[in-house]
């Protein structure tokens, strides 16, 4: 059949929707916020496209064009704008009142228009500009969007004609095309594609924006923020992008030279400060180069009158904040305000306690480099051809920096985060027995008989068997790893729970759940038995030997369970972190880099590489990661009486744990 709809105009105000419009029951197409795109577009265009309407009770049925109409609608109620009130007339194509495939010819107009092609749309947007001589603010206007939004579509529509030819074309991915959009100039981007596909092969998205970052420095980076007003005061040519944070500095060889210029003065800064007998800088710390250099570290001091009285200032303040940080209903932004008092407080202090010795400082120099975004300076470093041995002389070290770093001294466990620790690794065994339900089954039964059947003491006191489920106390429950969690929860919803009702007598219960399957019953059991589970740390095999091999069987590797992060980070000090990095899992480098920064963000680093580690570490750093832990808490680890936690306040670092 083929139709044939007159053409006429009718006013908006005699517009109705039609019960068979296919999207009629769904509302949110029409929400505001849904057709705003197509409001703006018809505000400046006009209706380009007619509406199919049909007679319905003496008003205009719209039975295609819903959200055209919706549209309308809007433009008549929003009176910023003009041209548009209930008797403005648009154009409609009128379907016979006795045509019966009205919900065919609906749902035609709505699924066969194909959407178009994302090159399509980059490159129509970029005719709108060279072409009709539009700006992104008026295109915005047009299609009701953002200029942040126009301009990203620009900016792939402007990239070079080849390269869009060959995305078209299906040689390279939309992905990778987009990729040369991050350098705006489309002679570079013209030369970086015949580079990388002159022999052929796979072209991948990060080989072109590796390849496009030779070709100078986009002025959001790092870098090229710290050096873009120096840069551009000696005339650096900068390739504008049509978004600012995408222009780059094209000058390379002039970008390098001024940051060179700008980590030497922070290097010279820092020698006349600290009394050094070099200075030096490197864009990028090279640890390859650095192996050969040796590092000499500050000793202690006799301090002054004026420094003790300062140092006994701090300790008192310091005591009074490590309380105010104990508050479990402190904001966040109060407690990193805390934390970085905390730091810059513990520094002022080592300051006031340690000095490097004249001996050191003649042969010794700093060399600031540029990591994580910011100046970092490496003190203390002794040139390969100064390193000599000094016999006793205070704080000096003849190693080099690959060698073994110094000893941090033994990392210890408070009481309070001992404790802690006991009820982390209580959760994590209740996942594993949640997880073993049938060997969980027989240690449940074997202990409730045994206790009344043998004579003696109880066979073990790892679990309750009084049908009462154990209060789990911690000071930060809210922050730990939900690991051990999330597992016992998914044993929880795998619980057959059909049986337990309350509104059904106990007799009623009682037999439901005797017509369970024993697997069922050996979850229910070990769901049970799992919230009994007491604190401790990992089991003496000579005091509980049925725990002990029942830990074993379940859970060989606590890792499985549970995860170290912030929240355990957070109470260790900087020195423990350096030392669990550098000595713990083969981060030797990574810790000596971090030596210069905040324990803030040696927290946040450890955090990133437990959660997930990171793609560049070797098998031996992956196992390590994978599995450490605080030994005591490993079940093959170390029993809970040979870790024995210190008292609530440990001694001071020594002096070679604060040089780490």
């Given amino acids: 059949m083929t139709a044939s709809f007159a053409p006429l105009t009718v006013a908006i105000g005699d517009l109705v929707p039609h019960p068979a419009n296919v999207r009629s029951n769904a509302p949110e197409t029409y929400d505001p916020e849904n057709i705003a795109y197509l409001k703006a577009s018809i505000a400046v265009l006009g209706l380009l496209q007619p509406l199919l309407v049909q007679k319905l009770d003496g008003k205009y049925a719209v039975l295609a064009g819903g959200r055209r109409h919706a549209a309308l609608k809007e433009l008549i109620a929003d009176k910023a704008t003009k041209g548009f009130t209930a008797k403005t007339k648009v154009d409609c194509r009128l379907v016979p009142e006795e045509c019966d495939v009205t919900t065919a010819l609906s749902l035609a107009e709505n699924i066969t228009q194909a959407p178009m092609n994302a090159i399509d749309e980059f490159e129509a947007f970029a005719r709108m500009m060279e072409v009709d001589g539009q700006t992104p603010e008026t295109i915005a206007k047009t299609f ?12 792939y529509g402007l990239i070079h004609p080849d390269i869009r030819a060959a995305a078209r074309g299906k040689v390279i991915t939309l992905d990778t095309m987009k990729a040369f959009a991050e ?13 990388l596909t002159k022999d052929g092969g796979y072209l991948q998205a990060y080989t072109v924006r590796q390849a496009l970052k030779s070709r100078g420095v986009q002025v959001s980076d790092d870098i090229g923020a710290f050096v873009r007003e120096d840069y551009e005061a000696r005339g650096g040519a900068v390739a504008a992008d049509l978004l ?17 210029e700008k980590l030497g003065a922070a290097a010279e800064e820092a020698r006349i400060k600290l009394g050094f007998a070099w200075a030096d800088a490197m864009v990028r710390y090279d640890y390859a180069t650095m192996a050969d250099y040796g590092r000499v570290y500050p000793g202690p001091i006799e301090p002054d009158e004026a420094a003790q009285k300062r140092i006994d200032e701090i300790t008192a303040e310091l005591e009074k904040l490590q309380l105010e940080m104990e508050d479990e209903g402190l904001e966040d932004g109060a407690y990193n305000a805390l934390y970085e008092r905390v730091d810059a407080l513990e520094e002022e202090a080592r300051d006031l306690q340690e000095a490097y010795s004249a001996e050191d400082l003649a042969r010794s120099g700093v060399i600031a480099s540029w990591q994580g975004g910011q100046v970092t300076l490496h003190v203390g470093l002794v040139r390969p051809e100064d390193t000599v041995k000094v016999e006793g002389a205070r704080g000096s070290s003849v190693n080099p920096t690959g060698e073994e770093a110094p000893d941090a001294g033994e990392i210890t466990y408070p009481a309070s985060l001992a404790e802690d620790l006991k009820t982390e690794r209580a959760m994590a065994l209740g996942a594993a027995m949640a997880l073993h339900p049938e060997d969980t089954l027989d240690l449940t039964l074997f202990k409730l008989v045994s206790d009344v059947l043998a004579s003696g003491m109880s066979v073990t006191q790892a679990i309750k068997i009084d049908a009462r489920k154990e209060y789990r106390s911690h000071a930060k ?3 730990i790893d939900e690991t051990s969690l999330e597992q016992v929860a998914a044993a929880y919803e795998a619980l057959d729970l059909s049986w337990l009702d309350d509104a059904r007598a106990p007799a009623d219960q009682f037999a439901a759940f005797r017509a369970l399957e024993a697997g069922e019953k050996a979850k229910l059991v070990a769901y049970a038995t799992a919230s009994t589970t007491q604190s401790c740390f990992a089991r003496d095999r000579q005091r509980d030997s049925l725990m002990h091999a029942f830990e074993i069987e379940i859970m060989p590797d606590i890792r499985a369970h549970w995860t170290p992060n912030a929240a355990l980070f957070n109470r260790f000090k900087k020195a423990w972190l350096l030392k669990i990095l550098g000595e713990d899992l083969g981060l030797a480098q990574e810790a000596v880099t971090l030596a210069s920064s905040s324990k803030k963000e040696i927290v946040a680093f450890c955090d990133k590489l437990f959660a997930e580690p990171f793609a560049t570490l070797t098998d031996a750093q992956r196992a390590a990661v994978a599995a450490w832990c605080p030994p005591m808490m490993q079940t093959a680890g170390v029993a809970c009486d040979e870790a024995e936690p210190t008292a609530e306040n440990p001694e001071p670092e020594s002096e070679v744990a604060q040089a780490a």
Avoid: C, N, W, Y
Wanted: proline fraction near 2%; hydrophobic fraction near 40%.
């Fill in 477 to 479: 429950m809210d922050e």
């Fill in 244 to 260: 600012e944070e995408h222009s780059v500095l094209e000058d390379a060889a002039l970008v390098e030279t001024i940051l060179l």
């Fill in 183 to 195: 350098h705006p100039s489309q002679e570079a981007q013209r030369e970086v594609f015949e580079a």
């Fill in 144 to 155: 009701g969007t953002t200029v942040a939004a126009v301009k990203g579509r620009l900016r």
